[in-house]
């Protein structure tokens, strides 16, 4: 099935899981015991990430195709455009939907390793704009098209410290129409820690026709050099409570983790209080912060959960 109608729902909540693949064959089937344990909770869905220049394909094709059919999760699975021709983007979604998947997240994707700008290949597309366009005409209604939005606008769109301007920010707001008229049903955002300003998005996107659902891509923070890794490369504004609290416990892994929980869980309690019903864990393979903010939530029984996950640290030890 297509995800936007769990993402619709009846009103209850609901919550879906990232992985990327693995890369080695013994990480894959670790994976797949996680994901296993992780799908018990009933997730509305899976989704399985694009290496980068399409370096995991066939990794990601493999893992798509049996969380799908093995693990019987709904599954999406991403796709770049990057170092991608059109037969190959055809191949991908070829296979996937000879093996029931009906999702995919179109992206354009990053330049490869060492490059810093996004070219097209012969035979390739420019943009998420032109995949998605491609994926409709070519698949008609089969597939539901999830697309990346942007809280804090687009990376390139960010120069110094500021964040993007104002017209770079709405600019990036219109194209996003775009990707939806064109034929995107769902979006998924970049991560973020200021959860103002995912709301603000979702009411700028409101103001200018996006009606779509809107899920917030959330990224609970496991490991300090991690966070600064992944913030400093998303270019995402990272609020000063937040350096305080990380600053004194940031070589404390476990304290880290726990404080990671803590804000993953009091960001998803503001968002929910604002009546958004769907939240996407970025779990980067890790399933402990991810479900022990989702307990936390009151959205998977404690009972079903591993006694060793990091919630168990009094929350008041720590200031957001
Ligand atoms: P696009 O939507 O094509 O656009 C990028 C930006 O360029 C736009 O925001 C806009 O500002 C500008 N732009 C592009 N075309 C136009 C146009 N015609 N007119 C005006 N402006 C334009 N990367 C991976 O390699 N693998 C993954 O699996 C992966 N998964 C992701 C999942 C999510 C939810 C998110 C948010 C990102 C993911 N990424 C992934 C990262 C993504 O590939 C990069 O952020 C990439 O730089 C942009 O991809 P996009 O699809 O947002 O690009």
């Given amino acids: 099935d297509k995800i936007r109608g769990a993402t619709e729902g009846d009103g209850r909540t609901v ?30 869905f899976c989704d399985i990430t694009w290496g980068a220049g399409g370096s995991t394909a066939d990794v990601t094709l493999d893992i798509a195709n049996r969380m799908q059919n093995m693990i019987c999760v709904e599954s999406m699975m991403h796709l770049t455009c990057t170092n991608m021709p059109v037969e190959k983007i055809d191949h991908a979604l ?30 390739g597309f420019a943009c998420a704009l032109d995949l998605v366009q491609h994926i409709r005409s070519k698949y008609g209604d089969y597939f539901g098209i999830t697309v990346a939005g942007y809280p804090e ?4 769109m960010i120069q110094g410290d500021e964040g993007a301007t104002l017209e770079a920010y709405n600019n990036d707001l219109a194209y996003l129409k775009r990707k939806v008229d064109t034929g995107a049903d ?6 973020f820690y200021d959860t103002d300003t995912f709301l603000k998005f979702v009411n700028d996107c409101r103001q200018i026709g ?18 600064l890794r992944m913030t400093g490369f998303c270019k995402t504004k990272i ?26 869980t009091e960001m998803c309690k503001k968002i929910l209080a604002h009546g958004i019903k769907t939240l996407h864990l970025y779990t980067l393979n890790m399933e402990k912060s991810a479900l022990a903010i989702l307990m936390n939530l009151g959205l998977i029984e404690e009972s079903k959960v591993s006694r060793s996950l990091p919630w168990r640290r009094p929350a008041n030890v720590f200031r957001v």
């Fill in 210 to 227: 996006i009606t779509c659902p809107i899920v917030p891509g959330i990224m609970p923070i496991n490991n300090y050099k991690g966070f």
């Fill in 186 to 191: 769902l979006i998924i955002t970049q991560l």
């Fill in 15 to 44: 919550f879906s899981f990232e992985f990327f693949p693995p890369k080695t064959e013994e990480g894959v089937e670790n994976l797949f015991e996680r994901m296993d344990r992780m799908v018990a909770h009933n997730p509305s």
């Fill in 153 to 156: 606008a687009h990376p390139d």
């Fill in 94 to 123: 070829d296979t996937i939907k000879a093996n029931g998947i009906q999702n995919v997240l179109a992206l354009r994707g990053d330049p490869p390793h060492g490059e810093d700008k996004f070219v097209q290949v012969a035979g």
């Fill in 239 to 264: 609020p000063p409570e937040i350096t305080a609290a990380l600053e004194p416990i940031k070589d404390n892994e476990e304290a880290v983790r726990a404080y990671g929980v803590h804000l993953g």
